[in-house]
């Protein structure tokens, strides 16, 4: 069954959902577009889309009728009547008050449902990810992981975080990456306390950390990791943090597995940082899901109450930063599994020393 044909398996609320984010149209038909929207019944669903990608759709669609997009609330009006729906539901997450606004102004005898049914159904959906979408995912983390060993030689004294980033940034795409995650973090001295910092021109020093946070796009789908290194011998300190924060993402990967909530995985980390003194110095959550987005659900958070599902991916990354001194991040990204979890990092955690 295609993911079309599950969504109102779990989304009931109305007689048509209206796929309209570029990204779940992208989730629900394999196809990137920048427009375009989707008309979801439950026995067939419809792409309304413009000329721009009308040859493409046709060609890859594969789930749902093609159809160009003219005028879209009179050819949204055919496909109701056609169906005999008195109701649609739109994505509150995303669809503009703009948007939901025209669709009342045309449709004023059908009942709109824009409450947040259909955007938690999909977010449900997308947050198991099947034999294809990890497929990506690993793909996307090798991209990353390869960039990251051909990187290292390049990081000495006297190299830019700026230009530590570019270099990370032209390997990935040099390896196949179709996008980074998201804009590369590099960080060093000082500037690792601040967890999302940018990449500045300020040179690294002897002694100091240096602090990676980066990932690339394969099919569509993010991988995400850090990885804290030292450009000559850290001091005494900087390696009992380093050790500090090893142990409590090493016991957090082993704890992982389907069934627990995320508030659960990210005290068994932050336990091990708040006994070891350092608790107000660990601001973040532990972790998030990841997939066609970068930040999607599940979380691994104080916040996050709910059980874990098995196929879901989430990323293990905590962190000490001390204002002023340095700061340390290692993550990780893993698949919940029933009995545990599947590590898809493979780069060693040892304090790396260049």
Same mark, same amino acid.
């Given at each position: 069954?295609?993911?079309?044909?599950?969504?109102?398996?779990?989304?009931?609320?109305?007689?048509?959902?209206?796929?309209?984010?570029?990204?779940?149209?992208?989730?629900?038909?394999?196809?990137?577009?920048?427009?375009?929207?989707?008309?979801?019944?439950?026995?067939?669903?419809?792409?309304?889309?413009?000329?721009?990608?009308?040859?493409?759709?046709?060609?890859?669609?594969?789930?749902?009728?093609?159809?160009?997009?003219?005028?879209?609330?009179?050819?949204?009006?055919?496909?109701?009547?056609?169906?005999?729906?008195?109701?649609?539901?739109?994505?509150?997450?995303?669809?503009?008050?703009?948007?939901?606004?025209?669709?009342?102004?045309?449709?004023?005898?059908?009942?709109?449902?824009?409450?947040?049914?259909?955007?938690?159904?999909?977010?449900?959906?997308?947050?198991?990810?099947?034999?294809?979408?990890?497929?990506?995912?690993?793909?996307?983390?090798?991209?990353?992981?390869?960039?990251?060993? #051909?990187?290292?030689?390049?990081?000495?004294?006297?190299?830019? #975080?700026? /230009?530590?980033?570019? #270099?990370?940034?032209?390997?990935?795409?040099?390896?196949?990456?179709?996008?980074?995650?998201?804009?590369?973090?590099?960080?060093?001295?000082?500037?690792?306390?601040?967890?999302?910092?940018?990449?500045?021109?300020?040179?690294?020093?002897?002694?100091?950390?240096?602090?990676?946070?980066?990932?690339?796009?394969?099919?569509?789908?993010?991988?995400?990791?850090?990885?804290?290194?030292?450009?000559?011998?850290?001091?005494?300190?900087?390696?009992?943090?380093?050790?500090?924060?090893?142990?409590?993402?090493?016991?957090?990967?082993?704890?992982?597995?389907?069934?627990?909530?995320? #508030?659960?995985?990210?005290?068994?980390?932050?336990?091990?940082?708040?006994?070891?003194?350092?608790?107000?110095?660990?601001?973040?959550?532990?972790?998030?899901?990841?997939?066609?987005?970068?930040?999607?659900?599940?979380?691994? /958070?104080?916040?996050?109450?709910?059980?874990?599902?098995?196929?879901?991916?989430?990323?293990?990354?905590?962190?000490?930063?001390?204002?002023?001194?340095?700061?340390?991040?290692?993550?990780?990204?893993?698949?919940?599994?029933?009995?545990?979890?599947?590590?898809?990092?493979?780069?060693?955690?040892?304090?790396?020393?260049?």
């Amino acid at each position: 069954m295609n993911r079309l044909s599950r969504l109102f398996e779990v989304y009931s609320g109305a007689d048509c959902a209206l796929i309209t984010s570029d990204i779940n149209r992208r989730y629900f038909t394999g196809m990137k577009s920048s427009a375009g929207v989707v008309a979801v019944f439950p026995d067939k669903a419809y792409l309304l889309i413009d000329f721009r990608y009308i040859e493409k759709a046709r060609a890859t669609v594969r789930d749902a009728e093609v159809i160009e997009l003219k005028k879209l609330c009179p050819q949204l009006r055919e496909l109701f009547e056609k169906h005999g729906a008195k109701s649609f539901a739109i994505e509150s997450e995303t669809l503009t008050v703009r948007e939901l606004n025209a669709y009342r102004h045309f449709f004023t005898k059908m009942n709109i449902d824009d409450s947040d049914a259909l955007s938690n159904a999909i977010s449900d959906m997308r947050m198991v990810k099947d034999d294809d979408e990890l497929s990506c995912i690993r793909k996307a983390q090798e991209i990353a992981e390869a960039a990251f060993d #051909e990187l290292l030689p390049f990081i000495r004294e006297e190299v830019t #975080e700026r /230009s530590i980033a570019l #270099e990370l940034n032209r390997l990935m795409f040099e390896k196949g990456a179709e996008d980074l995650s998201f804009e590369t973090i590099v960080l060093s001295g000082a500037n690792t306390s601040m967890p999302h910092g940018v990449p500045s021109d300020k040179k690294v020093r002897r002694g100091e950390f240096v602090l990676m946070d980066f990932g690339a796009v394969y099919n569509g789908y993010h991988s995400d990791m850090t990885r804290t290194v030292c450009v000559g011998e850290p001091d005494e300190d900087m390696r009992n943090v380093y050790g500090i924060v090893l142990r409590a993402q090493e016991a957090a990967i082993e704890a992982a597995k389907a069934g627990i909530t995320g #508030e659960y995985l990210d005290a068994v980390a932050r336990t091990i940082i708040e006994e070891a003194g350092y608790g107000e110095c660990f601001g973040h959550s532990l972790g998030h899901g990841v997939g066609l987005e970068i930040h999607e659900r599940p979380n691994a /958070s104080p916040n996050y109450k709910l059980p874990l599902s098995p196929g879901t991916v989430v990323t293990v990354e905590p962190g000490i930063y001390i204002a002023g001194k340095f700061g340390v991040r290692i993550e990780d990204f893993v698949i919940l599994t029933e009995n545990g979890c599947e590590n898809l990092t493979k780069c060693a955690k040892n304090l790396i020393t260049l």
